[in-house]
């Protein structure tokens, strides 16, 4: 396949033809990269089955881990759903649109390829304005996971998904980077008490509150036996190796740095509060401290250290509390020793 075309939609005029053009070429069964705020997306059809093969292929993912699929109206939703529980009702007002993922029962308009062959399905309405767009003229939902080869980094940028698909895909929106940064915090609404699947930038304090539940609502173990199709341990990953440190001083660090004995090119350390006073044999580069700005930077940087050929990344440990337990998820999964599963 040719080099995928790339579409900027950075004014009206752009913006409206790239939607166009790509609800064609999601009408007739095709596949395309878009801009979402949590990553960039390769979408189709969500009820077509022969489309949707199209996302596997490019992708080379596991037919075992289910696709979300985003709708633009809660009318949508609802035809997607064959029972909408009042839990669902509940956080779609609160956090819809944006990136929060609700799995519930699905109806029998969504084939069993998207769900992975499982009774229900992940639904999110996303709040970027192409995407909405998108779906609005298309008139249909969209089964869309990230733009990226199975198992590698999620893409924030229209160059990113380029540089991984570009050669797999004919068509690439481009919006610049994304807002959020992350995947979309999933939710299990189908029992009594919300269960999150996988954290995100929508905290699980911020989910019991909107469900007016006093106790926490409960996080997977990272290491925990699979719940669900897709939740792999290792994933979210860099080529280079992950690992979390921390240390409790400059002298400290130094020497753990320099007992890895490698090339202080190869070697990048992602600080967030602790900076070094004197140079050490790294790239040191640091991070906000703050959990959404975080995210917003993480990818990209795990990108560019890859680019820059990095073999170690070293990131500080994070700090405590459940505003950072969608970055600590991405980290621990990230730095997990090997796949588990597919
Ligand atoms: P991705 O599309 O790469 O962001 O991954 C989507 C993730 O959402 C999957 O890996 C699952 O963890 C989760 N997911 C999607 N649909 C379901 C579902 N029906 N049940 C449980 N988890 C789901
Ligand atoms: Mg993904």
Redesign the pocket.
């Known amino acids: 396949m040719p080099t995928a075309a790339i579409l900027p939609t950075h004014t009206p005029g752009l913006f409206n033809q790239a939607v166009l053009k790509t609800a064609r070429l999601l009408r007739s069964g095709g596949v395309a990269a878009v801009p979402s705020e949590t990553v960039y997306g390769l979408a189709a059809n969500a009820f077509s089955p022969v489309a949707i093969r199209g996302i596997y292929r490019a992708k080379g993912r596991p037919s075992s881990?289910?696709?979300?699929v985003h709708v633009a109206t809660a009318a949508m939703a609802r035809t997607c759903a064959a029972d909408w529980p009042e839990l669902a009702e509940v956080l779609a007002r609160h956090f819809w649109p944006g990136p929060l993922?609700l799995?519930v029962p699905k109806s029998s308009k969504i084939p069993d390829i998207v769900?992975a062959g499982?009774p229900?399905?992940?639904l999110r309405w996303p709040s970027h304005p192409f995407f909405q767009s998108l779906i609005r003229e298309c008139d249909f939902p969209l089964a869309?996971?990230?733009a990226n080869p199975s198992d590698h980094l999620s893409p924030t940028t229209a160059e990113h998904v380029m540089a991984s698909l570009g050669q797999r895909i004919p068509l690439i929106v481009d919006a610049g980077a994304c807002a959020v940064g992350i995947?979309?915090t999933?939710v299990?609404v189908t029992g009594q008490r919300p269960r999150i699947?996988?954290p995100g930038i929508i905290s699980a304090d911020q989910i019991a509150q909107a469900a007016g539940m006093d106790a926490d609502v409960a996080l997977p173990a990272p290491e925990g036996p699979l719940r669900?199709?897709?939740?792999l341990s290792r994933h979210y990953s860099p080529k280079a190796r992950l690992a979390v440190w921390s240390w409790g001083s400059d002298a400290e660090l130094l020497d753990r740095v320099t007992r890895e004995s490698m090339p202080p090119e190869r070697l990048f350390v992602l600080t967030h509060s602790r900076v070094p006073r004197d140079p050490i044999p790294a790239q040191v580069s640091f991070m906000p401290d703050d959990p959404e700005a975080f995210a917003r930077a993480f990818y990209g940087y795990l990108h560019e250290c890859d680019d820059r050929g990095a073999a170690l990344v070293v990131v500080e440990e994070l700090p405590a509390g459940s505003a950072w337990d969608g970055v600590r998820d991405r980290l621990l999964r990230a730095s997990a020793p090997a796949a588990r599963a597919v």
């Open positions: 881990n289910p696709l979300i993922t799995v769900s499982g229900t399905v992940g869309a996971p990230s995947e979309s999933v299990d699947l996988r669900s199709p897709g939740q």
